[in-house]
């Protein structure tokens, strides 16, 4: 009996992980099947709403979610985002990724969101800017709510965003914080002559408001002491 038991508990912790993982990967092509309308939940956080334009199939581009802990995510696109100079192809090279991401009970809020690079740069090496548009609306379009850019020029490199950098002025700061967000983010290389210049992995850091809300250990707390202070004072009212 006690060996079914913990049968029965291993069964579902495999259950449980297989419903909520911290990590999941797909193609951009899987992601955009259903109009696009394909969720990754990983936690408390779902990402949707895909789009992807560029001369790359939709096929060749990975997109991963996973959770670090609690409040902090990321999305990682792999694929070959490369500019390569020649005869047959002397300009820049264009991409652009379209996603949502919201809270699965409308909080904690989202309140910024980093970005990053992997680079690839043979020659001469060439230009990478990567602008980041976060917006309220669906389509992607009016008063964007944040925004950001990095990139590559020629060996002056701003390829990193990490989370809280105020130095650079590029991080996307999302303030007020919401539920969900639409991103847009537009991949432009150039490569210089007889060289070529790209990145392989896109970065999404993703951070949210830690929940004011308390959870359910510290209710039944405060549930306790106010039963507590209830029953203290209902004796002095006896007295």
């Known amino acids: 009996m006690k060996n079914m038991k913990c049968g029965l508990v291993l069964a579902g912790v495999v259950a449980l992980l297989a419903t909520n993982?911290?990590?999941?990967?797909?193609?951009?092509?899987?992601l955009m099947?259903?109009?696009?309308?394909?969720?990754?939940t990983i936690g408390d956080t779902v990402f949707s709403d895909w789009g992807f334009t560029g001369p790359l199939d939709a096929s060749s581009v990975d997109v991963t979610a996973s959770m670090f802990d609690a409040g902090s995510y990321q999305l990682r696109f792999e694929g070959s985002f490369i500019d390569h100079f020649s005869a047959e192809s002397p300009g820049a090279t264009d991409y652009r990724i379209y996603y949502s991401v919201a809270t699965t009970s409308g909080g904690p809020l989202l309140t910024d969101i980093g970005q990053s690079f992997n680079l690839t740069a043979l020659g001469a090496g060439g230009v990478i800017g990567i602008g980041e548009t976060v917006f309220a609306s669906a389509d992607h379009t009016g008063t964007a709510v944040a925004q950001s850019s990095i990139g590559y020029v020629y060996g002056l490199t701003d390829s990193s965003d990490p989370l809280a950098e105020i130095d650079q002025g590029d991080q996307?700061?999302?303030d007020p914080s919401l539920s969900k967000v639409w991103v847009t983010k537009d991949v432009n290389?150039?490569?210089?002559?007889?060289?070529?210049v790209g990145a392989t992995i896109l970065y999404q850091n993703i951070a949210q408001k830690t929940s004011s809300v308390p959870d359910g250990a510290s209710t039944l707390s405060l549930f306790g002491l106010g039963v507590m202070a209830l029953g203290g004072l209902r004796r002095k009212l006896i007295k």
């Open 189 to 196: 290389v150039y490569a210089a002559p007889d060289s070529k």
């Open 172 to 174: 996307l700061y999302i």
């Open 33 to 40: 099947a259903n109009g696009g309308d394909t969720p990754i």
């Open 21 to 30: 993982g911290t990590a999941a990967t797909y193609t951009m092509e899987q």
